[in-house]
């Protein structure tokens, strides 16, 4: 069967330059790779071909000649086509692969950046502050001062680790690259530079202020924006606010996580408040006005209806907690709380006995209702 075109193989044109060669075998490499398709029979020898082709192509002598005579160029002596020593036919498979090794996990293991290097400066770490807020600085919003111990960016080297008039050395173990490649067999393994700690840079003069780290530990003032309407758990973030990278690098965030104290009167659900308010039983029964805190400070008068028991609720719109991103405002609920008096003086007991004496059922319907349904129960158990 006669060998298909290189360049056909490849899917570039006769014109391709190295990088484009190189680039397009890089991706059939990736498609063909017999151990991603071990249901494709057929790839292994695709893959030796796009192997082969590669192979002759990316030499510049060996391209020159397979341009004028074809693949006549390479047979009967005349310098092999086909390269040698690998399991899949490539002589230079290891480091051609290596490059679609970087292609499939370079991002998840850190990624290669331009110009063959990898990226010196590391982002700093986002940070985490617990603020707590009371129930009333929740309803209204404030602007608080706070103090997070943090790394700045040093001072006196300007971020970069090093004294002043002297610049980082490209670390001679991985030539910048942070990371040093070891053959192992069929594959390539890529780890770390032990020298300098995948930085790609040496500090030989480090500054003395940050030990070379381009950062120092320091406590720093921040003004906060806390809206109206935030709960426990609310999460706010601060740009740029967090620790400062190494070596110049980017800053990380700051994130305030919010938590609400517990209110003495009030308890909240979302953006409504309830409130618990006791009642003495004379006003319960008779009815009359009482006057109830409101979480701004203010104070409303409610109506209790005349035979009010434990229990009853009343609503007070918009009296509850504002929404965090606007949209009206909750409101305040109101359970009564019916009082039994207590430490009554003796003609108080008398006047409570004289009005036993005067109640009928239906002063007391509940009670009627269920000493009745009591009554009918213990008929029925005899029966």
Known sequence: MAKRDYYEVLGVSKGAGADEIKKAYR??????????????PEAETQFKEANEAYEVLKDADKKAAYDRYGHAAFEGGMGGGGPRGSQYGGGDFASAFSDVFDDLFGDFMGGRQGGGGRQRAARGSDLRYNLRVTLEEAYSGLQKTIKVPTALTCETCDGSGSESGTEPTTCPTCSGMGKVRAQQGFFTVERTCPTCSGMGQIIQNPCK?????????????????????VETGTRIRLAGEGEAGMRGG???????????????????????????VPVSMTSAALGGDIEVP?????????????GSQSGKQMRLRGKGMPMLRGGGQGDMYLELAVETPVNLSGR???LLKEFEGLSKTDTNPESSNFFSAVKNFWDSMKG
Do not use: M, W
Request: hydrophobic share 30%; with cysteine.
């Open 27 to 40: 991706q059939k490499a990736k498609e063909l790779h017999p151990d991603r398709n071990a249901d494709n």
């Open 209 to 229: 202020t940050c030990g070379g780290a381009g950062r120092v530990q320091k406590d720093r003032s921040l003004s906060v924006n806390i809206p109206a309407g």
């Open 250 to 276: 980017p800053t990380g965030d700051l994130y305030i996580f919010i938590e609400v104290s517990d209110h003495p009167l009030f308890q909240r659900d979302g953006q409504h408040l309830f409130c618990r």
């Open 294 to 306: 409101t979480i701004d400070g203010g104070r409303s008068r409610v109506k209790v209806p005349a």
């Open 348 to 350: 108080q007991k008398e």
